[in-house]
């Protein structure tokens, strides 16, 4: 049965059904109801008028008016009726007549019933229901709420195609965006230093690791250390098409065998090259050895050319492989390691049922029992039967059985034809965003978004959003708050994919974002419903922050506006990057950057510009002037690898500029 009031506190909820248990009338159970109504909307929406909009306010408000207006006519009823005895007394008959019509018409309107719905459960789609700047939950990270946007476009080839020559293998005639030329692994290995960088606030690269695994271990109750010889690492990825892709790459289906014949060979995934930049992380700057690390996606397997470009620079890793479906190929004899399903139920979905009738529990393969630490790296997408598909979504491709098919009806369900619409649903995402074997184990979430997709199997189309401006969004977005990170992801998602049809606005669906809710605040679960998939009792009260940003255009949270203790979204490629100006007049150009032993400045102003290198406290490093038109170069070689910044002033006015040097 639909909750009427998915958003009141537990506590009153719970309240209620007390005294339906204790067989209470119905009318006290009504008034009851009518009044927590009327409390939390006025206590919601007189703060912040704006909140009426808000889902659950549209839930609450036809329960609190039904309340409101019963309370007003019953009482004019009772109050005309005695007005009538009265002026009839005074032999007043046709003003006595007027009242006993009121009184009537009063009694009548407290009890007509009308067939109105909660507009909570109406809409198919929706962009309204998106309210901007309300954060609830608890911001997590080492800087609390922050999730880094990472953004640039030499990342990828704008003159990518994704077409093929159909000729069966790999060459000189193909065009995919998983091909070297299409993904510029310098730009990418950049792109993931300056976001752990900011991430952490880390004054080089190799601090920031260690202060990533030092939360992890605070966080987990392990003490503050990092990284400990021995503990093993796995890289989970999304390779939704790779049914087979053993001995074959894509393009090299044997027609043969059904299990390689690729659905489709272009659709959006987890970019090799974002993950070959993370091994070259964490085995060259965190100093984990190649052998302590385990990639894939186990209920998939991993295409040959991913296979062989991993394998060609870090041949000691682990490459998981799956052959359960089809016994007759010799996993290990093709270098992967073979998927183990663990002997007994490790996961208890928390619906009991209700709306997975086939899902009460299930297995998971022993590589998340056996690891220490998780690396998530989805590829960002829509998705027809989630609205959106990221980093607990990714986790489909975690679960034993084929395709994972028997977790979708705890989606939205239904392909591109959502019937699980609205909030205060079950929803299988939390289960997963709580479990320990999965993302209780995340040491880092790293959304690839350099190519995304507008569905599971979906070919990347160019972004038209802002700032993209029909170029790839050649993106990464990365944070320590999943709900934070998947909540910015949404966002982006929902502004792009926009059109008018429900297929086409899939993260516009009615309740996309119910289960981002749920996990930002435990007073948001649905009836009957406490989410424990360890079955171990304990219960968390927020994995993180949820909020909507401002608008599409700014792109600002809570704090970023310094409103709240929301979500901040940092852009981390606005150190340092592209042309400065102070006073709107003096313009600079500073590159390359991240850099190594030098970085050049250009000063297009026709005066000497004052400069000044400074570490992360304000200690002034190195100082000079800027020739004036000119290009000048800053000798870095004699400071340490880390995070610095450049204060360039003219005339009192002052800029300051984040650089790294690795």
């Not at 598909?389 to 009806?409: C, D, Y």
């Not at 690839?448 to 569905?455: F, N, R, S």
Request: hydrophobic share 40%; net charge negative; proline share 5%.
């Amino acid at each position: 049965m639909y909750n009427p009031l998915p958003f009141l506190p537990k506590q009153f909820q719970r309240f209620i059904d007390i005294l339906k248990e204790k067989k209470f009338p119905p009318r006290i159970i009504y008034f009851t109801l009518g009044l927590l109504a009327t409390i939390w909307f006025l206590v919601r929406v007189i703060p912040k008028p704006s909140r009426a909009n808000y889902p659950c306010m549209q839930a609450t408000a036809p329960f609190m008016s039904g309340f409101v207006l019963y309370l007003i006519s019953s009482g004019s009823a009772i109050m005309a009726f005695k007005r009538f005895g009265s002026e009839f007394s005074k032999s007043k008959y046709a003003l006595a007549i007027l009242f006993l019509g009121i009184a009537v018409f009063s009694f009548f309107l407290s009890t007509i019933q009308l067939p109105v719905q909660s507009s909570a459960g109406n809409l198919k789609v929706s962009k309204s229901v998106f309210p901007p700047n309300d954060p609830f939950g608890e911001a997590k990270g080492i800087i609390p709420g922050r999730v880094v946007w990472m953004w640039d476009q030499d990342a990828t080839n704008v003159n990518c195609t994704n077409t093929s020559n159909n000729n069966g293998v790999i060459d000189a005639g193909d065009d995919a965006w998983f091909m070297e030329i299409n993904s510029d692994v310098a730009v990418i290995d950049s792109m993931i230093i300056k976001s752990l960088m900011s991430l952490t606030e880390a004054t080089d690269n190799a601090d920031a690791w260690d202060l990533i695994f030092k939360f992890y271990n605070v966080s987990h109750g392990n003490g503050n250390v990092g990284y400990l010889q021995g503990q093993k690492i796995f890289i989970k990825i999304n390779a939704t098409t790779a049914y087979g892709g053993l001995s074959e790459g894509r393009f090299g289906a044997d027609l043969s065998r059904t299990d390689n014949i690729d659905v489709n060979a272009f659709a959006s995934e987890t970019n090799p090259y974002v993950v070959l930049s993370m091994l070259r992380q964490l085995v060259n700057v965190a100093q984990v050895p190649e052998d302590m690390i385990y990639i894939g996606d186990p209920a998939r397997n991993v295409y040959k050319e991913f296979f062989d470009l991993w394998k060609g620079e870090f041949p000691e890793v682990h490459i998981l492989g799956n052959n359960l479906l089809h016994p007759e190929i010799d996993i290990a004899g093709l270098g992967r390691m073979p998927v183990v399903v663990s002997a007994e139920d490790k996961v208890f979905f928390s619906d009991h049922g209700t709306a997975m009738p086939t899902a009460l529990t299930d297995k998971l393969f022993t590589v998340f029992n056996d690891i220490d630490y998780l690396i998530n790296i989805p590829a960002m997408k829509a998705h027809s039967t989630a609205g959106i598909t990221l980093a607990a979504k990714n986790h489909f491709g975690s679960f034993t059985r084929q395709w994972a098919m028997h977790l979708h009806p705890g989606l939205m369900d239904n392909t591109d034809d959502p019937v699980r619409l609205g909030y205060g649903l079950y929803r299988v995402q939390t289960d997963i965003m709580m479990h320990n074997l999965l993302s209780g184990k995340n040491l880092l979430i790293l959304i690839d978004a350099l190519y995304p997709g507008e569905d599971a199997q979906g070919v990347p189309y160019k972004w038209t959003s802002d700032p993209f401006e029909n170029d790839w969004c050649s993106s990464i977005f990365t944070s320590f708050d999943p709900v934070a990170l998947e909540s910015v992801c949404h966002d982006f998602l929902r502004t792009e994919y926009n059109g008018p049809t429900v297929a086409e606005s899939r993260p516009n669906w009615y309740g996309v974002d119910d289960y981002l809710h749920q996990a930002a605040d435990s007073a948001l679960w649905p009836d009957n419903i406490s989410y424990d998939p360890d079955n171990d009792g304990i219960l968390f009260a927020s994995l993180g922050v949820h909020e909507h940003w401002n608008d599409s255009i700014n792109k600002q949270y809570t704090r970023n506006l310094g409103t709240g203790e929301g979500i901040e979204l940092f852009r981390a490629h606005d150190i340092g990057t592209g042309l400065e100006q102070i006073n709107n007049q003096v313009k600079v150009k500073i590159f390359p950057n991240p850099t190594t032993d030098f970085i050049n400045i250009i000063n297009s102003e026709s005066k000497n510009l004052d400069y000044s290198l400074t570490d992360l406290e304000g200690k002034v490093l190195l100082s000079g002037k800027l020739e004036n038109l000119s290009q000048n170069r800053i000798d870095l070689t004699p400071l340490k690898n880390g995070m610095y910044i450049i204060q360039l002033g003219n005339q009192g006015s002052n800029k300051s500029i984040k650089i790294i040097k690795q």
